[in-house]
């Protein structure tokens, strides 16, 4: 990864921590988002506030693996690698269980489930590669993983986006649930094949 596309996306990973974490730990869990969402995590308090919390750890923690200085200190990064397999371990139990409570009906849930399903399987198969200590496996699993992590980036990023265009929250919400993480798959598998 480029210098650019690496610093890139430390800082954005970062912005949407901070933003996680200030509206979800600082603030009232769900007041800055849709009043029905915020209905919702007011009755499921602790899936939200776990899938936030840990999937931050995880979005906080994957950038940094890919700082080639950082990666040749093995000791940094498996502690680093393994504070994000916990991040997305959990992130992702609490996000699918999330997702079956998420705002836009069966096309949103059905787009966050398996977002949490495939994100959880590719962290599965980093850790098998990394066991059987295969780092090529290990390498492409880990950035398909990190790809799907991304999500909570191009979800805000596409939020505001459809937001400006003046769209109706209800017509754009349950696409993003799949416009989050899908282009993110096609093009971290379309960097991968150019390698
Ligand atoms: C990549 C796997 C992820 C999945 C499957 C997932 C799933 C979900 C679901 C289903 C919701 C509820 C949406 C609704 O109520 O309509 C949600 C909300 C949320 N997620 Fe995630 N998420 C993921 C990653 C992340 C990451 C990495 C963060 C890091 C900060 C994050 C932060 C949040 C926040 C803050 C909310 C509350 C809604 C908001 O204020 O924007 N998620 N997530």
New binding site residues.
Partial sequence: MKAFARWTVLLLSVG??G??LF??FLLEP?S??HPE?KA??AEHPVR?LA??GF??V??LAGPFQFFPGLRKRMKLHRALGFVYFVGVGV??VA??F??L????GLV?QAG?GL??IV?LWTAAEALRAIRQRDFTRHELWALRCFA??F??VTL?IQLGLFGAASGSFDDY?PLLAWSS?VPNLIFIEWVLKRR
């Fill in positions: 949407t921590v933003y996680g509206a979800y769900g800055t988002v969402m919702a995590y939200i899938h936030v999937s931050a995880a979005l992130g992702g996000g699918f999330t997702a409570i998420a705002y836009g949103s966050f977002l949490a994100w799907l992590t999500a909570a805000r919400y993480w």
